[in-house]
């Protein structure tokens, strides 16, 4: 078996189940309610596929994303937990790419945004933080 680092080197027993995703299932708003990007994502499975619909905040209200595939990533190489994600979405003039982590109940989100065109703007990074809604209080 190769590997990088130590971490990589485990025996895996039988066949692999695949990642435990129902913690992520369902919608998720920016914890910053004066946030000027992302505001909320709300995430759904189809055929054991998860895919995330991101919202935004626009000028006149919310923009959306539209649905992107999610790549899910396990808290080792031998767990079943989800642990993060990355997507990608391509607005033409721009690209932003998702990466995430999931921390103490909070998405912690990474956001890459990419300029394809010649406006001039710079690339830029941003990083926030995203609860999950429910209905328990």
Not at 13 to 26: A, Y
Not at 85 to 102: H, S, V
């Amino acid at each position: 078996m190769e590997f990088a680092q130590v971490y990589d080197r485990v025996e895996i027993d039988g066949q692999s189940e695949p990642l435990d995703v129902s913690g992520l299932r369902g919608v998720w708003i920016n914890s910053n309610p004066d946030t000027n990007g992302i505001a909320r994502m709300e995430f759904s499975e189809s055929n054991g596929k998860l895919s995330v619909r991101v919202d935004a905040i626009g000028p006149d209200g919310l923009i959306d994303w539209g649905l992107a595939p999610v790549k899910l990533f396990a808290a080792s190489p031998k767990s079943r937990a989800t642990a993060g994600f990355t997507c990608n979405y391509d607005f033409g003039f721009a690209e932003t790419r998702l990466q995430a982590m999931i921390m103490k109940g909070l998405i912690v989100l990474a956001q890459v945004h990419e300029f394809k065109d010649d406006s001039g703007r710079m690339d830029f990074f941003v990083r926030e933080y995203f609860a999950v809604v429910h209905d328990r209080y």
